[in-house]
């Protein structure tokens, strides 16, 4: 549980030195900490950190969207503090590690992990945005 | 409104935007959006280095302007208060001076104060450090590398060097520190410690935001944004890459 408090802390660190201000912050951190609640709750049933990345790219991006329309904001004052906890950093560093040590076979392999986790959050950001936009659009027709 | 003075205020709320780090659909709506709420008909193309506005006005011709783009720094909040400014003048229209106005106050927003913003990257370093598995120890080590770093990072930012060259040191330096740390105390774990220390460099907005200009259909700036992101992403490692592998080699 206090990991879920550490992702909070982390998105609510990265948005004040992005400059987002006010309650808004707080809810930039509850969207890192709702991205890594999906991401250890899929972790732990599937065991694949590539799938459940994915998925927790799309909470953070259906939170975001949901958010910034309750808080007139753009969604990106949510989306970007909120992915951070996601990155993989972790095996972008371990590939880093590898070259250093010559062992490119290894480096390979963490770099495919990398761009994987990367092209995760990626795609999941991109599916909730067009789900919302999809959405929005509809409500506009409807108005009109 | 006279269309330049029109032009000037959509110019400006759009270099404000984009310098902020803004999607490229969001400064183009913003624009036509500004346009609109004074009845004028405009087109406006941006790109992540530049703006293009046409006008047209009461006689129907046509007026373009455009505004070169050089810096940007990531400032969610001004993005946000342009946004909002935008949707106000759909309600009412203010006269040019008013607009100008709050524009030039949001121009000139103060950002967090330092000593708050390097203690945000201190936390969040050290919650990062924590997120991927690291000890308490870890963390305190990460919190305190972190806030080296962004001191660094913010004087060499204050002295306008480039953005890749800031990066560079800043992994640089992240990477030896940490290397000292683990070689005064052994129970630190290197690695933890560096990531977490850096997970706030990592180009988290052109990536979100070269995404989403991609499902916008701004193919250009979609490309430049990743493009951007890979090269901060690799002058990073490579700083770290130098750190370890020099550090490990002496030691």
Redesign the interface.
Known sequence: M??VL????????????????GR?LIFAGLSGAAG?LVYLLLYSISGSSIFSTFVGAIAVGFYSETAARYL???S??F???G???L?P??T??????A??ENDMANAMVKMVNTLGG?GA??FG??LA??FF?RISKKKKTKQA | MQPNELMNIALKAGEIMLTSGAEIYRVEETIVRICKSYNTYCESFVLPTGIFISIRDSEDSMHTAFKRIHDRKVDLNRIDRVNNLSRSLQVSQPDYEAVLGSLNDIETVRQHAFPARLMAASVSSFAFTILFQGTWLDGAAAAVIGAVAYLVNEMMARRNLYQFLELFIAGMLAGFISLAAVRLFPVLNVYKIIIGSLMIYLPGVSITNGIKDALYGDLVASLTRLGEALLLVTVLAVGVGIALSVGIGRW
């Open positions: 206090h990991m550490m992702a909070f802390l982390g998105s609510l660190g990265s948005g004040l030195t992005f400059n987002v201000k808004k890594w007139k904001s753009p990106t004052v989306s970007i503090p992915i951070l906890p990155v950093g972790i972008a560093y371990e590939m880093i590690q070259v250093t990367a959050i990626a950001i991109l945005t067009a936009r």
